[in-house]
């Protein structure tokens, strides 16, 4: 090989390199536990949720310390109610379980977007929180070009996912599920 044809070659080794896109993200469903878990609506690291208009209520990790000791690192879906907020109806929520690679969290958090226009917040009021299903590992954007816009991206489609598959047969049924009858 002459040596531009190989300078050309290495070249073009570099450039694919620096262009390579990130993965797409695919969403599974699968159906999981469920879960049924109770306890108070906590501040989290109040690292701008809200702000990309997705805000999380995350559960006291009190009440997930062993019970959720199998549960893969994710996105999910599943039910949720808050005691005195929202007519105490059983909404449709989409949530995460894990450390989210976004903000190195050290800690383990289950956060939940609740499809509810909520008129306060409701910091402190106990949620009930049934996850039903799975639906993808957590992703991280860094390797995006916009990793934050990649991020609202991502969320903004698991909202829209995990609502229609809350929708199917085999996930619609939890929302009369006894847990959220029960005090
Ligand atoms: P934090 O980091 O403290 O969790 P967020 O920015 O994630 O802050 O906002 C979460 C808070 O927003 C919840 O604790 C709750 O009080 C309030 N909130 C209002 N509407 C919703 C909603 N639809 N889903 C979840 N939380 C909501
Ligand atoms: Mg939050």
Known sequence: M??????LVIASVIATEAVTTPMPIERVIRAVGPHRLKG????????GSKQLGWPTANLDPKVFTTSLDDAEEGVYVGWAAIDGHGGGAVHKAVLSIGWNPV??????TVEAYICHDFDEDFYGAQMKLLICA???PQA?????EKPFEALIEAITTDVAFGK???????LKGFREDGFFAAS
């Open 2 to 7: 002459r040596l531009s044809a190989l300078a």
């Open 40 to 47: 108070a609506v906590v501040q989290g690291f109040q690292r």
């Open 103 to 108: 903000y190195q969290n050290k800690e383990r």
């Open 134 to 136: 799975f639906f993808r």
């Open 140 to 144: 991280d954007f860094k390797d995006y």
């Open 164 to 170: 229609a598959a809350l929708d199917s047969d085999a």
